[in-house]
C-alpha cells in the first residue's frame, strides 16, 4: 500500500502492468513501483500511471507531456511517444489502450478477490445495485460484518472505460464489489464480464432501449444474456420469472439459480402505495415473509428491490437483514424522486427515459392519490433506430390509455407522440407542444395548482429537470 491523493491506494509494479496487460515495456524509466491508474491527465499525480485511451472527440497520447509534467510514473500507450516529452516516466506499449484498462482491473479483481454481483438490464440497474449494496453493507458472510468493504459502481461508471475504472479504486479490504453493466452495442456486455467476473449475476428486464446499436429487443436480449454465459465456473444466475425475455435466458442457463416474481423463491406480497412516502410490501424468501416499508415508488421498484433481495440471498444473506438494507434505502436524484412543492405533486423522473421506462413511471402517475389533474411534461426517447416513429406512437397511446389529463411535450419527436395521443382518444387541447424548456414550464404553470401531479421524463440529453427548475422559478 501507498499514499495517493490522501488515501490509500494499492500500488502498481512494472511487472504487474506488463503482466496484466501483455504489453511490452518501450522505455524504461527511474521508478519500478507506481500508485494510482488515471485515464484523465488532469487527474495526473505523482507516480500514477497514466493510460492514453483513444476517444471519439479526444486521444489521451495529445496530453502525454501534460501527464508527464504532473508526475506520471508510468505511460501506457498504443503509440510510441517522442522522446523529447518523456522525462523518467516509463512507457509500456499495449495493442489497445481500452482493452489494457479492462485488463489491469481484471488483474486488481482477482488480485483483492471480492464477490462480484453484477447487475444488466433494460431499467432498474441502479436502483437495484444500490439496494443491493445497502444489504450488502448491513450483512455479513462467514460471521464476518461487510460493513465498509463493499464496493459498488458510482455515477453512470458502467461502460468499458468506468468498470475498470470502478474496480480499480479496490483497496484490498474489499469482500464484495457491487456493479453495474451498461451497453448500447453489442459485445460490451461480454466484455465487461470477462473483466470483472462475477459470482453472481442479474439480468432486471430486457425492453427496447440503445436499438440504434442493439437493433431490436431480441438484440438487447442476446446481448443483456452475455452476463449469464460469462459467469464464473459455478456462478448464480439470478432469474426474473416476470420478464418473459429474461425468463428465457435463465432457462439456457445450466448452472446454479435463483428465481424471483411471483412464482420465484423470492417475491414481493401485498404491496400499498403510500405517495410521496414510497410503498409497503410483504418480502417473501421461501417461506419465509417480512413486511418492508420502501421509500420508493412504482411497482416498477418492487420488482428492484425483490431482485436485490434475491441476489443478497445467493450470498447467504438472512431475511431480516434484506429488509433493514432495503428500508434504508434513499430515493435517487431524477430517478422516481417524489416530493410536493406548494401542493403539487411532483415525480422528477427526468435522468432517462426508454419506452418501457416511460410505461412504469405513467402507471406510477395514474396510480398516485386522488387529485386535481395529473400532467406528463414528456421529451424524447433517443437511440432508438428504426423504431423510434413507432416508439413514440405508442408513448403517445400510452398516456392516453393511462388517462392522463394534460400532455406537455418537447423534442423532435413531440409531433409523433401527439399523434398517438390523439388516435387513442386525447383532446387536441390537452396536448401541448413547446419550443424549448422555458416555455413549456410557463405553459404547465398555467395549469398547475395545488393537489395535482406532475411527471417530468426524457432522455439524458433531453435534459427536462431544467423544464422542472423552470417550473419552479416562476412560482417564487
Known amino acids: 500500500?501507498?499514499?495517493?491523493?490522501?488515501?490509500?491506494?494499492?500500488?502498481?509494479s512494472r511487472e504487474e502492468i506488463l503482466l496484466a496487460t501483455g504489453g511490452k515495456m518501450v522505455c524504461e524509466g527511474e521508478k519500478a513501483v507506481f500508485s494510482e491508474v488515471v485515464t484523465d491527465s488532469r487527474r495526473v499525480g505523482k507516480g500514477s500511471v497514466f493510460i492514453a485511451l483513444k476517444g471519439e472527440r479526444l486521444d489521451g497520447h495529445a496530453f502525454l507531456r501534460d501527464a508527464v509534467r504532473q508526475g506520471a510514473g508510468c505511460l501506457v500507450v498504443h503509440r510510441r511517444p517522442a522522446l523529447s516529452i518523456l522525462r523518467d516516466a516509463t512507457v509500456i506499449k499495449v495493442p489497445d489502450t481500452l482493452e489494457a484498462l479492462g485488463d489491469l482491473a481484471?488483474?486488481?479483481?482477482?488480485m483483492v478477490a471480492p464477490k462480484v454481483l453484477a447487475i444488466t438490464g433494460s431499467n432498474g440497474k441502479t436502483t437495484t445495485k444500490e439496494m443491493v449494496a445497502a444489504i450488502l453493507e448491513r450483512a455479513s458472510i462467514e460471521g464476518r460484518s461487510l460493513r465498509g468493504k463493499v464496493l459498488k459502481t458510482e455515477g453512470?461508471?458502467?461502460?468499458?472505460?468506468g468498470l475498470p475504472l470502478t474496480l480499480l479504486r479496490l483497496r484490498g479490504r474489499e469482500k464484495a464489489a457491487v456493479l453495474e453493466?451498461?451497453?448500447?452495442?453489442?459485445?460490451e456486455i461480454k466484455r465487461l464480464t470477462q473483466i470483472a467476473s462475477p459470482a453472481i449475476g442479474l439480468i432486471t428486464s430486457v425492453a427496447p432501449a440503445h436499438l440504434a446499436g442493439l437493433k431490436n429487443v431480441a438484440g438487447v436480449a442476446r446481448e443483456k444474456g452475455e452476463l449469464f454465459r460469462g459467469l464464473n465456473p459455478g456462478g448464480i444466475a439470478v432469474v426474473n420469472l416476470d420478464d418473459p425475455w429474461v425468463r428465457r435466458l435463465g432457462e439456457k442457463f445450466k448452472g446454479e439459480k435463483i428465481t424471483y416474481g411471483k412464482s420465484g423463491e423470492v417475491g414481493g406480497e401485498s404491496c400499498q402505495a403510500l405517495g410521496v412516502k414510497g410503498m409497503e410490501f410483504t418480502l417473501r424468501v421461501g417461506r419465509e415473509r417480512r413486511r418492508v416499508r420502501l421509500r420508493l415508488s412504482g411497482k416498477h421498484n418492487l420488482s428492484n428491490a425483490v431482485g436485490a433481495a434475491a441476489m443478497a440471498y445467493g450470498l447467504g444473506v438472512d431475511l431480516e437483514t434484506m429488509g433493514r438494507g432495503l428500508e434504508a434505502v434513499r430515493p435517487f436524484p431524477m430517478r422516481m424522486e417524489m416530493d410536493q412543492w406548494r401542493g403539487i405533486g411532483i415525480i422528477n423522473d427526468a435522468y432517462n427515459a426508454n419506452p418501457a421506462s416511460m410505461q412504469a413511471a405513467l402507471k406510477t402517475l395514474a396510480e398516485m392519490g386522488e387529485g386535481r389533474e395529473k400532467a406528463a411534461i414528456l421529451g424524447d426517447m433517443l437511440e432508438l433506430g428504426g423504431e423510434s416513429r413507432k416508439r413514440h406512437l405508442e408513448l403517445g397511446k400510452q398516456v392516453a390509455r393511462c388517462r392522463i389529463d394534460r400532455l406537455y411535450l418537447?423534442?423532435?419527436?413531440?409531433?409523433?407522440?401527439?399523434?398517438?395521443?390523439l388516435l387513442a382518444g386525447m383532446d387536441d387541447e390537452r396536448v401541448i407542444i413547446g419550443k424549448n424548456h422555458r416555455e413549456i414550464a410557463g405553459m404547465v404553470r398555467t395549469h398547475a395548482r395545488r393537489g395535482d401531479w406532475l411527471l417530468f421524463k426524457g432522455s439524458r440529453g433531453m435534459n427536462m429537470e431544467k423544464v422542472l427548475a423552470a417550473f419552479k422559478e416562476m412560482g417564487e
Open 1 to 12: 500500500m501507498g499514499l495517493f491523493g490522501g488515501c490509500k491506494v494499492m500500488e502498481w
Open 106 to 110: 481484471h488483474y486488481r479483481c482477482q
Open 156 to 161: 453512470n461508471y458502467n461502460n468499458l472505460v
Open 181 to 187: 453493466l451498461g451497453t448500447s452495442r453489442p459485445g
Open 410 to 421: 418537447i423534442g423532435e419527436r413531440a409531433n409523433q407522440v401527439k399523434e398517438g395521443a
